[in-house]
Structures are given as C-alpha cells and as structure tokens.
C-alpha cells in the first residue's frame, strides 16, 4: 500500500478554502455560513500544517539539550569516580615503599582499600562505563585485599615454620610471622605492575573523557 501524500493533504487544507473563497466572491453566489467557515478554517490550518511541527521540532532540541547536560553530569561523576580510586591507589603505591622486600617488619599502616569498598557497595562502580579500566582496578584491589590478609596473619603469628616448606629453604628458628613475610613478598613484583597499569588505565581513560 502506497503512503498517503502528506503534502497533498497539508495543500488541500489550505488551498480549498482559498479557492473557495475567490470563486465564490468572482461569481457573486457567495454563502456567508460557507465564508465564515472558510475564513476560519484557514488560520486553522495553516496552525496546524505549520504549528504543530514546530512545536514537536522545538521540544526535540530541548530533550536533546536535556540528554546532553544529563550526559555532561554522569562524565563528570565518572571522572570524579576515578579520581578518588586513583588518589587511593596512589596512597597505596606509596605504603608500599616500606614494605618492598622487607622481610623483617611490617609497617604499622596497612594498605587502603575504604574508597573501593564505599564505591562497590554504594553502586557507584556502575557508573564506570568502560568495562577494561573497571576490570584492571579490581584486579589491582584484588591483591591488595590479599596482601592486607596475610599481613594481619602475620601479624596474628597463626602459622608455622611447617607452612614454609614450599617456598624454599627456610632460615633457622623461623617464626609463623617471618612465613608470612615471605608469602607477602611473592606478591610485591605482581603488586607493582598490577598498580601501574590500574593508574595508567585511569589516566589513558579520563584523558579521554575529558576530550570528549
């Protein structure tokens, strides 16, 4: 089936009356109810064939507007998002320092993971709309969740020398707390590289962002 000519229809409406109009007033057999009628009927039309559109074209440009500030506000939030992740990840790059191959103490700050955890369970992780950067920060706050336990097992001195067994000859008269030193250690190198690459992401990331 054909579509209905639009442009037919919208002529038809205004055009009739017109003609009207002009035949009847020529030819001197004019109707007054018939003039009346076309006379309004004109007006009428021309709202409707032209105001309509309009007014649907203008509330288009304003819902966009809407989209876009309502888009600007979520990128911002975004990036407010990751600045706080990275300030902490920061924080933590630099606790490190003191604990890089050190297998005699621990300091007493423990690595920091507040910011992550407040930002996971307030829902606000969801925001983050690039699934890569996301993916390499848990991945980062997965190790230091796991360097955060077994500090507090070192520190707890729950183990034995016996656990040391596979991870080389140990030192003599070790402690259960110097075992899990050592475990600690083994993920220095992965810490490192993990945390690197998390903030590298976040600025390659946000970079973006902002010249979008």
């Known amino acids: 089936m054909k579509a209905f000519p639009v442009g037919f229809l919208s002529g038809s409406l205004i055009s009739a009356p017109v003609v009207y109009l002009l035949t009847s007033f020529h030819l001197g057999n004019s109707n007054p109810i018939l003039v009346n009628i076309a006379i309004t009927w004109i007006p009428t039309s021309i709202i409707f064939i032209f105001g309509i559109p309009s007014a649907l074209f203008i509330n288009r440009l304003w819902q966009e507007e809407l989209d876009t500030r309502e ?3 979520l990128r911002d939030r975004e990036k407010t ?3 706080l992740i990275k300030e ?3 924080f933590n790059q ?3 320092d003191d604990r890089k191959g050190n297998l005699l103490t621990l300091p007493e700050q423990s690595l920091q993971y507040e910011v992550w ?3 996971k369970y307030s ?4 925001k983050i709309k690039s699934s890569e950067v996301l993916n390499y920060i848990a991945s980062t706050y997965y190790i230091i969740k796991q360097i955060v336990f077994l500090e507090e097992m070192a520190l707890q001195g729950m183990l034995s020398s016996k ?7 140990p030192p003599k008269k070790i402690s259960g707390f110097t075992v899990m030193l050592y475990r600690v250690r083994k993920y220095d190198g992965l810490f490192e590289k993990s945390i690197r690459n998390a903030i590298y992401q976040i600025d390659e990331y946000t970079a973006r962002l902002t010249g979008t």
């Open 71 to 73: 888009q600007l506000k």
């Open 81 to 83: 998002i990751l600045y």
């Open 88 to 90: 902490e990840l920061g």
């Open 94 to 96: 630099i606790l490190f």
């Open 117 to 119: 955890d407040t930002l």
């Open 123 to 126: 829902g606000d992780l969801q």
């Open 163 to 169: 656990e040391f067994a596979d991870l080389g000859p």
